[in-house]
């Protein structure tokens, strides 16, 4: 078994997930709860928050965030990805930067104009 602390909602229910009873979650007070401790041992993903290069703007980074979450063991893969990557002003916020990192299928979105 193994204890969790649930980030689905504020209540930040601690959750106890049987990985040999097919992935049976208690402690929850919501179904985000089940949800979340299950995918959290079988499948964890993230949204990926970062900064990229940016040329002819006032900034020289733009924030940029994955549009839907990654497998964590992407993460660092997908920062190295992301360090080459330069963007040229104007940028605008929700615009995409790079579309399908790693083949997952997700595109990588500015957060902020530029």
């Known amino acids: 078994m193994t204890e969790l602390t649930c980030i689905g909602c504020p209540l930040g229910c ?3 997930v049987d990985e040999e009873n097919d992935y ?3 402690g929850n007070s919501c179904k985000k709860g089940a949800e979340y ?6 499948n ?4 990926l928050t970062t900064t990229v290069n940016a040329e002819g703007g006032i900034h020289g ?3 940029v965030r994955t549009e839907a979450p990654i497998p964590k063991a992407m ?3 997908a920062m190295k990805v992301l360090s080459e ?7 605008k916020c929700g615009e995409t930067v790079l579309e399908d990192i790693l083949g997952t299928g997700v595109n990588v979105i500015a957060t ?3």
């Open 14 to 16: 601690r959750l106890t």
């Open 61 to 63: 980074r733009c924030p």
């Open 24 to 26: 049976a979650v208690t």
């Open 85 to 91: 990557v330069t963007v040229k002003a104007p940028v």
């Open 75 to 77: 993460l660092f893969d």
């Open 37 to 42: 401790g299950k995918n959290e041992l079988k």
């Open 112 to 114: 902020r104009d530029l």
């Open 44 to 47: 964890p993903t993230r949204v």
